[in-house]
């Protein structure tokens, strides 16, 4: 019998959290050993989701008082609000070394220690840990990924951005100084806390943007691209709340560098991702839906002319809580512990 990692999700009342269970539970080699929810510690998972009543699955415990050495985990997946996994995980990796973490919140997402403090309001609580840790977006850096103990899994939106996006600022093949990321999400995408602004009658037949001119995932977005054009980036985004459950559309805006056109930008996406199992590009001129990737880990691009020369629009459908989430979480799981990279993702998109 093939022996099974056994992990810990940290958060597992949130909907990040119910995600990794959800998809954890069709995994041939994750035994989910440890659930914690300090509001919730004491109840069953089922109590708090009672789609997984059928499940045995362990109660939900308090963080305080865990003995880390003694769980003895092969991965913990932090889906703690942002700026309470540092603490965390560095108490994981003193109390049992050998252990892999994989953190969904931003905490570890930015590698300048500077940056961080000027987004996120105060100093990085485990500067050592975040100068270790990589950033978990697979098709950029898998190979880094196979040997992380730490890795920093990307914010929904942008995931919806920099697969699009990176190929091209590599090839130099668009202007970095001429990008618009105007870019949607469902509800969930602003958790499970109860908030005033979050209420049915606040969010149901409206629209809106937020975090307008200042939103943090900006700060990673510009990191990752500014990598990949080797020169300074600072792109312009815009993110929106639908009133809908899960996914992300993101709309692109950008001008073709000087002798490209729009049909050399979806041939340089095709050709980078042909290979890639969870990312596709569209024929040229199609543009893909959120309800064509909803509870799947894939990621559909598509790349259309402008009616202005020399511009093209390309537009990105994910599900915030899959790929954008839970499921590029689990993506790298199964690169970190050595098992086949699809495995236990392989759902087909959930139509109508």
Known sequence: ?????????????????????????????????????????????????????????????????IGWSAVGLDLVFCALPHATTQKVVRQIFAEAPSAKVIDLSADFRLSDAA??????????FAPELQKEAVYGLVEAYREEIKTARLVANPGCYTTTAELPLLPLLKAKAIEPDDIIIDAK???????????????????SEGFHAYGVGH???????????????????????????????????????VRCASG????????????????????????????PQTRHVRGSNFIFIGVAADRISGRAIIVSALDNLVKGASGQAIQNMNLMLGFPETMGLEQVALFP
């Open 185 to 203: 999400s469902g509800m969930t995408g602003a958790g499970r806390a109860a908030k005033d602004a979050m209420v049915f009658s606040e969010v």
């Open 215 to 253: 939103h943090r995932h900006m700060a990673e977005l510009d990191q990752e691209f500014s990598k990949a054009a080797g020169r300074n980036v600072v792109v312009t985004f815009t993110p929106h709340l639908l009133p809908m459950n899960r996914g992300i559309l993101a709309t692109i805006y």
């Open 1 to 65: 019998m093939t022996t099974k990692a056994k992990i810990g999700i940290l958060g597992a009342s949130g909907y990040t959290g119910s995600e990794l269970v959800r998809l954890l539970l069709a995994h041939p080699r994750a035994d989910i050993a440890l659930l914690t929810a300090d509001r919730k510690a004491g109840q069953e998972m089922r109590d708090v989701f009672p789609q997984f009543s059928p499940y045995k699955l362990p109660k939900l415990v308090s963080l305080d008082g």
């Open 260 to 287: 490209r056109t729009a049909d050399d930008l979806h041939r340089l996406l095709a050709a980078a991702y042909g290979r890639e199992p969870f990312v596709h590009v569209l024929p040229f001129g199609e543009t």
């Open 115 to 124: 940056s961080y403090a000027r987004w996120y309001g105060h100093e990085h």
